[in-house]
């Protein structure tokens, strides 16, 4: 059964720093992974989607990494701003299925 | 290209009563996800579709809950006999393929009263 678990839960950060997001999921057997902010009482803006066969991508101020092998996905944000106060997420399907976990999110708040 | 669209954005509904959720994938998309969030929790899947056809709806609550996603028109996501247990925020996402890119809409906030 795969598990997704986002590391820390809350983050608060001044303006301006660099900050690593952690993304763990339990079934290494993943077809992707998709990265996802969340502004309060709004839907998901996709950030990232990495295949399986990749080990980063970027776009941006942002890039994640992609180790299967340990189960752990990580979002990099670089020189972070008020802007990218949000809830972040990440979702794995499970293997064999078209069912996505969600991990429970990560709320970042930077202060200006 | 306008993104996924869903409607209403907000729905009263008293205890006993349906409820219909919309949902108008991008433009070229044929893959729709339907999930719901919990007050407080996290985004919990419930069923994925493609035109015409339920591939996997292992998130469906068994009793109450239809999804569809017709040839023609939106994909309807629809609640009979509503209890409070289903106030939620219900999103939709779209997708070009299975397992690709998803996008999702803004969700519809379901109260029950």
């Known amino acids: 059964k795969q598990e997704v678990t986002q590391i820390p839960a809350a983050l608060s950060v001044p303006e301006g720093e660099n900050l690593v997001l952690n993304c763990s999921f339990t079934d290494s057997a993943i077809y992707n992974l998709q990265w996802f902010r969340q502004d309060p009482g709004k839907g998901l803006t996709s950030l990232l989607l990495i295949q399986s066969s990749q080990r980063e991508q970027t776009s941006g101020r942002l890039n994640a990494s992609l180790d299967k092998s340990s189960g752990r996905s990580t979002l990099y944000i670089a020189a972070s701003q008020p802007g990218d106060s949000a809830t972040y997420l990440c979702a794995v399907p499970t293997s064999g299925t078209y069912k996505y976990i969600f991990g429970t999110g990560t709320r970042l708040k930077v202060l200006a | 290209n306008a993104g996924v669209m869903q409607n209403p954005r907000h729905l009263v509904r008293r205890r006993g009563q349906e409820a219909r959720l919309r949902c108008s994938p991008m433009k070229g998309h044929s893959h729709v996800y339907w999930y719901r969030q919990l007050p407080e929790e996290g985004l919990k899947f419930m069923v994925y579709?493609?035109?015409?056809?339920?591939?996997?709806e292992s998130g469906m609550p068994k009793e109450r809950f239809s999804a569809e996603f017709p040839k023609e028109g939106p994909s309807i996501l629809r609640i009979q006999q509503v209890v409070r247990g289903d106030s939620a925020a219900y999103f939709c996402a779209s997708s070009p393929e299975s397992l690709g890119e998803q996008y999702f809409g803004p969700g519809t906030r379901l109260t029950v009263t």
């Open positions: 579709l493609q035109k015409e056809n339920i591939i996997d």
